[in-house]
């Protein structure tokens, strides 16, 4: 079967009547959009010739992964082409520069302590680890210090777990997150037990896919930041470090050129220093986060001794 079978009047007019083309109420974009979208699904269908039971596994497999579609998403490598997207529109509109944006991942917390000066991150013990220093300033495009930019900072423990996600419920909330309130001079520096990478849940939605596939599920170690200053683009970006394993096979495709530092070693403490410069905010809606849904939590206090 040829996919013009999508095209043929009975199957076009049930995917007007389905998105609701004719009604005058609803969304007229969503319209638009759930008509494409079950238009390519169809294709998809006849294309890969897909029967009625793998239709329903697939159904089924979307079903019972929904609690781990913050990892399917980046697996798939959807959240990195939102990036290349954002990116190739930025470009268009000449708004390229400064540190690359990278995914920002499910494990996201709000509400983490604010604090000032060189920030403590860790507050449990997480034995055996080393301890991670990691340094840099915070830019505009013509190379001038940002000021009174909030470095947001949060990282996994030595097990590969974040705070407020472990299922072992050994970790202190807020452990390993932190706001970094800068000053002036657009200068940062934190330090912490060092996180090791990951791997999605064995035996998991997204792991069963990656398998499928024919892929691993590991993620280097790294640590996430968003960074926001007024006048500022909010810049969502991580670094992976450069002399882990998976390195440049991250299973979710977050390692870019440009976020890739090779800690210094030395006994067992690793220093990285890396600068981030931001892109000035086209108009105040650029300076915000995404509205992307994102856990959260009573608020810590608003102050805490670094
Ligand atoms: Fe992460």
Redesign the pocket.
């Known amino acids: 079967m040829n996919v013009s079978f999508v095209k043929t009047p009975e199957v076009q007019q049930l995917l007007d009547k389905a998105a609701g083309i004719n009604e005058s109420g609803g969304n007229p974009r969503l319209k638009a959009i759930m008509r494409d979208l079950t238009e390519s699904v169809m294709e998809l269908i006849v294309r890969h010739d897909i029967s009625e039971n793998e239709f329903w596994l697939a159904m089924k497999y979307l079903a019972d992964g929904a609690g781990e579609i913050g990892l399917i998403v980046p697996g798939t490598g959807m959240e990195h082409f939102l990036d290349l997207y954002m990116d190739a529109k930025d470009a268009e509109a000449g708004l390229s520069g400064g540190t690359p944006r990278t995914i920002e991942?499910p494990?996201y917390v709000a509400g983490a302590p604010l604090v000032e000066g060189n920030a403590n991150l860790s507050v449990d013990p997480d034995e055996g680890t080393h301890v991670l220093h990691m340094t840099g300033s915070v830019t505009g495009p013509d190379g001038e210090a940002v000021e009174n930019a909030i470095v947001h900072v949060w990282h996994?423990n030595s097990k590969g777990w974040y705070s407020h996600f472990d299922p072992t419920g050994e970790q202190t909330p807020f452990n390993n997150r932190r706001r970094i309130k800068l000053g002036k001079d657009g200068c940062y520096a934190f330090h912490s037990k060092q996180p090791s990478g990951y791997s999605v849940p064995p035996g998991g939605a997204t792991d069963q896919l990656m398998s499928a596939l024919g892929r691993h599920g590991n993620?280097p170690a790294?640590v996430?930041f968003f960074i926001e200053a007024p006048g500022y683009r909010t810049l969502t970006t991580q670094i992976n470090f450069g002399d882990d394993p998976f390195a440049n096979d991250d299973f979710a495709f977050a390692t870019r050129a440009g976020l890739l530092p090779v800690p210094s070693r030395q006994g067992d403490s690793a220093y990285i220093a890396f600068d981030f410069q931001l892109q000035r905010a086209a108009d105040h809606g650029d300076e915000g986060f995404s509205s992307r849904s994102r856990a959260e939590v009573d608020a810590a206090p608003e102050t805490e001794t670094a």
């Open positions: 991942g494990l996994a993620r790294h996430h």
